[in-house]
């Protein structure tokens, strides 16, 4: 480790100017230290002999002259087994251990380590001495949940090496030795099952990258149906404040099909941490009956940690997103908001003086949003294996007003939109999601001319609505009231979803295609009604009738006998 010393020069709210002697990196990081504690800091930048450090901790009372050390390592998360189920803030640290040992308050300068070092795992290996490896191959795997947790070489090592030493099938700690390997210059390196992997850099430790082309069925009928999301795509949820993108978020955790959920939740309000971390760890996996925590990790900032800190939260949640799509997983990471990410890119550009962009974001905003969704992906593995890590972020513009920076540079690089609109919230139509503004360029797996076809209906719904606002209802032919009353059906049946309901709140594939059959064949319907009373107590009923339908389980009794009342009354 690097010896670099330096002093502090001067504070502006986080910031912390520094000189050095020596050579130090940007992303590195450094301590302040401060009557005898170490506060963590990041070079953010380094100019005229000065570093620039965003310091992770209350500031108050460092002064020009207090000492400083670069650590001549990036700014890391640990990885390893036992990261699962972990509650993180953004620097890593076990939140629930934090508490533990210090209470709500948590004293500057204080860290816990991020993995339990003397935690036994059951170790098998896959690899024997004298094979070569290099970065990324699978050395053995250990159990972690249901899951098998590869021991691989760590993705920094450049060389090819070859196995000196490996351990025998059994019971080993995360700390102790679990191979040695020798390099090119003959070198022996012991490895251990964790390493250290900087956040800011994407791990590309895989034989190739896919394209995204398989669904990830989230279950919410509305996104998988017309605006799907693809296994190691993205897609954004803007929406304004309190159109339901926390609680779309929440459901797309429980019940979409992946392997494993990163929740990375700047909140918006101060009791919304709090509550994902009340409540989330009991909330039963409704796919396995376990604890849902059991596959699931959370980073998370207190309101009382400072902006910089905020800033590293998406990046350890998409490092530790990418670990896990080594295992061969399906990864789903949501972060929530990254508003308060570009906020709080914006206050650090604003205080190393940056010449500012639009709203007074940094110029490279876009280009920080672009490279934050190009760690989704869909991965070829160096053992063969495929793995994918899909990223959904909501975005929470000022006004609702999609017209903003952050906005309009997610939208440039996602492959689904999903705009939340406040009057669908204000009129209780959840999931709150837009259906005429929203697209996805990923494919659904619904027939595309059915999709097509109910898009189309909606559209002219909503026209006929319009003009029934002017012209009124008398004003109105009963085909096109017909219209309006399918497209008010579609919406009513089918794009919403109680989501606090136990069957309706997730609809699995096989029941979104026979459902959506259903529909559709109600949609292409000629119907001959006598006049618009007719045509809207028809409606009103059959709305009804496929509400109850969507409550019964899927293929009981139950469910068929309300089939046959829906085949009844649209038969004919
Ligand atoms: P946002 O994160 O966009 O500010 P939230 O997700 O916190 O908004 O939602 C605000 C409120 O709207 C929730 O507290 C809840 O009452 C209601 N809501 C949101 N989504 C749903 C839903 N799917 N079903 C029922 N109510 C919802
Ligand atoms: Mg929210």
Redesign the pocket.
């Known amino acids: 480790m690097s010896e670099i010393k330096g002093k502090v020069l001067s504070v502006t709210g986080n910031m912390v100017a520094g000189d050095f002697a020596g050579d130090i990196m940007q992303n590195e990081v450094a301590h302040i230290i401060k009557d005898g504690k170490r506060l963590k800091a990041e070079v953010i930048k380094i100019k005229n002999n000065t570093a620039y450090m965003q310091v992770f901790e209350n500031t108050k009372g460092i002064k020009a002259g207090d000492g400083i050390e670069y650590s001549g390592k990036m700014l890391s998360v640990r990885l390893g087994p036992g990261i699962l189920s972990q509650i993180y803030d953004g620097l890593q640290n076990p939140l629930p251990e934090m508490a533990k040992a210090f209470g709500i308050f948590l004293p500057i300068g204080e860290e816990i380590a991020p993995l339990a070092m003397e935690k036994i795992w059951e170790f098998t290996p896959l690899k024997k001495t004298g094979e070569i490896v290099s970065r990324g191959d699978v050395l053995g795997f250990v159990p972690e949940g249901i899951f098998k947790h590869k021991i691989m070489v760590p993705f920094n090592f450049t060389e090819e090496y070859e196995i000196k030493k490996i351990s025998a099938k059994g019971r080993y700690a995360v700390k102790e030795e679990i191979a040695v390997i020798k390099g090119q210059d003959g070198k022996e390196i012991s490895l251990t099952m964790s390493f250290d992997w900087p956040v800011k850099y994407p791990i590309t430790a895989y034989k190739e990258k896919l394209k995204p082309s398989d669904a990830l069925v989230t279950r919410i009928r509305v996104i998988d149906t017309f605006f799907p999301v693809a296994k190691g795509g993205t897609y954004c949820i803007p ?13 797309t955790s429980r019940h979409a099909e992946v392997d494993i959920v990163i929740i990375a939740a700047c909140g ?2 101060a009791g ?1 941490v709090v509550e994902t971390l009340t409540e989330f760890p009991f909330l039963k996996d409704p796919r396995t009956g376990r604890t849902l925590m059991e596959r699931t990790i959370i980073i998370c900032n207190t309101s009382s940690m400072p902006v910089s800190a905020r800033e590293s939260s998406v990046y350890t949640a998409a490092t530790l997103a990418e670990y896990y799509r080594q295992m061969g997983l399906n990864v789903l990471l949501l972060a ?2 990254t508003s308060r990410w570009a906020q709080a890119m914006r206050e650090i550009s604003g205080r190393l003086e940056e010449i500012p962009g639009e709203e007074a974001y940094p110029a490279y905003l876009e280009s920080r949003i672009a490279s934050f969704y190009e760690r989704a992906g869909l991965v070829r593995l160096k053992d063969g294996e495929v793995g994918s890590l899909t990223i959904g972020g ?1 975005v ?1 513009p000022a006004g609702g007003n999609f017209e903003e920076p952050v906005t309009q540079g997610t939208l440039k690089v996602v492959g689904a939109f999903h705009g ?1 609109s406040r009057a669908r ?1 204000d009129a ?1 139509k ?3 999601i837009d259906p005429l503004e929203s697209w996805s360029k990923y494919k659904s797996f619904i027939a595309e001319e059915n999709v097509k076809l109910a898009k189309e209906i909606l559209f002219k719904g909503a026209e006929v609505n319009q003009m029934m606002k002017v012209v009124g209802e008398e004003g109105t032919t009963v085909e096109d009231y017909v219209v309006y009353l399918k497209a008010e059906f579609l919406d009513n049946v089918y794009l919403q ?4 309901d136990d069957v309706d709140a997730a609809t699995i594939k096989e029941r979104q295609e026979y459902v959506f059959n259903v529909v559709c064949k109600i949609l292409k319907k000629r119907f001959s009604f006598s006049s618009k009373d007719d045509a809207r107590k028809f409606f009103y009923e059959l709305r009804h009738n496929f509400i109850d339908w969507n409550y019964k389980e899927w293929q009981t009794e139950a469910f068929k006998k309300q089939e046959k009342i829906i085949a009844g009354s649209i038969a004919g």
């Open positions: 929406g304004p404040f309190g159109a339901g993108k926390t609680v779309m978020q929440q459901i918006e309000r919304e929530d908001s909501t929470s939340l919230s209780r959840f999931p709150s979803q109680n989501g606090f």
